[in-house]
C-alpha cells in the first residue's frame, strides 16, 4: 500500500485521544458503539479514526512485498521507509517535544543514506496531528536531539554509545538496522524473517524518552523487550 493512500487512512488526531472520547474501549467496542448506533456524530468520527489507526500498521505489514535478494537493497530501503513513515502516527511525544503547535515531526537518518528518494516521496504531503513531517540527513551528533524519530544507519553501528548519550532525555524514538542496536538502548529495530521486514521493541528505551507507543502498533512488533527483560541485559 503506497503511503499516500495509507496516509488518507491515519488520522489526524492522536489514537490516545480517540480512545479517551471512546471511553477507552478497544477497537471492538468502537465497532459496538457504531453498530449500535450510540453517541454523539463526533464520538462515531473519532471511533472511527481509532480504526482506521488501528488497522494502519497492519495493512502495511500485510501488503509490503517479499523483500528478495535479486531486488537488492532498494526494496527493503522502500520498506523501511514505509514504516519510518507511518511510526509516528502511533507514538505519543510529550509536549516539551515540540518547540511550538506548528512545529515540523522530524523523521532524521544518521549515517549512511540508503533510502534514496523512497523515504522523501513517502513522506511528501503527510502530517501528524497538525505537525508537518519533514525528512532530514543528520550529520552531527550534537543536532540529533532535535529529532523525533531517529534512523540510525548500520554504518554508526561502533557509535551506538556516542549516539544516545548525545540525546540522553531527549524524546526521541530510535530505530536501528542491527542485531544489538536494542541491547546497545535502542527503542526499535527492523529484521527480516523469511524476506518480510519486522520490527522488535525495546519498551524501556521507549519510555526512557518519555514516549508512548499505541498498543496497536505494539501488536505488530515481532518481539517486545520489556523493562524487566531490558534491565537484565
Same mark, same amino acid.
Given at each position: ?7 488518507? #487512512? ?12 471512546? *471511553? ?26 481509532? #480504526? ?38 502511533? #507514538?505519543?511525544?510529550? $509536549? ?28 511528501? *504531503? ?19 536531539r532535535a529529532c523525533h524519530v531517529l534512523f540510525v544507519s548500520h554504518s ?6 556516542? #549516539?544516545?548519550?548525545?540525546?540522553? *532525555? ?50 505488530? $512488533? ?12
Amino acid at each position: 500500500m503506497p503511503f499516500n493512500i495509507a496516509h488518507r #487512512i491515519a488520522p489526524s488526531a492522536s489514537v490516545w485521544d480517540a480512545r479517551q472520547f471512546c *471511553g477507552f474501549q478497544s477497537t471492538f467496542g468502537c465497532l459496538r458503539t457504531l453498530f449500535r448506533g450510540r453517541g454523539s456524530s463526533l464520538l462515531a468520527n473519532l471511533c472511527l479514526r481509532t #480504526i482506521s489507526t488501528s488497522l494502519l500498521l497492519g495493512s502495511l505489514a500485510l501488503l509490503l512485498p517479499v523483500i528478495s535478494a535479486q531486488e537488492g537493497g532498494a526494496a527493503e530501503y522502500r520498506a523501511k521507509a514505509t514504516f519510518l513513515a507511518a511510526f509516528p502516527n502511533f #507514538i505519543e511525544w510529550p $509536549a516539551d517535544a515540540f518547540s511550538s503547535p506548528q512545529a515540523p515531526v522530524l523523521i532524521c537518518v544518521f549515517g549512511d543514506f540508503s533510502f534514496g528518494t523512497s523515504l522523501t516521496e513517502t513522506t511528501r *504531503g503527510a502530517s501528524i496531528r497538525d505537525h508537518q513531517v519533514e525528512v532530514r540527513w543528520v550529520h552531527r551528533e550534537q543536532d540529533l536531539r532535535a529529532c523525533h524519530v531517529l534512523f540510525v544507519s548500520h554504518s554508526e553501528e561502533k557509535h551506538y554509545g556516542r #549516539i544516545f548519550k548525545a540525546i540522553q *532525555g531527549a524524546s526521541v524514538l530510535t530505530v536501528g538496522e542491527t542485531q544489538d542496536f536494542l541491547s546497545s538502548g535502542g527503542a526499535i529495530d527492523f529484521l527480516i524473517t523469511d524476506g518480510r521486514l519486522q520490527f522488535d521493541v525495546n519498551m524501556r528505551a521507549a519510555n526512557d524518552a518519555r514516549l508512548r507507543i499505541s498498543s496497536n502498533m505494539l501488536a505488530l $512488533a515481532k518481539h517486545i523487550v520489556t523493562k524487566a527483560e531490558a534491565a537484565k541485559s
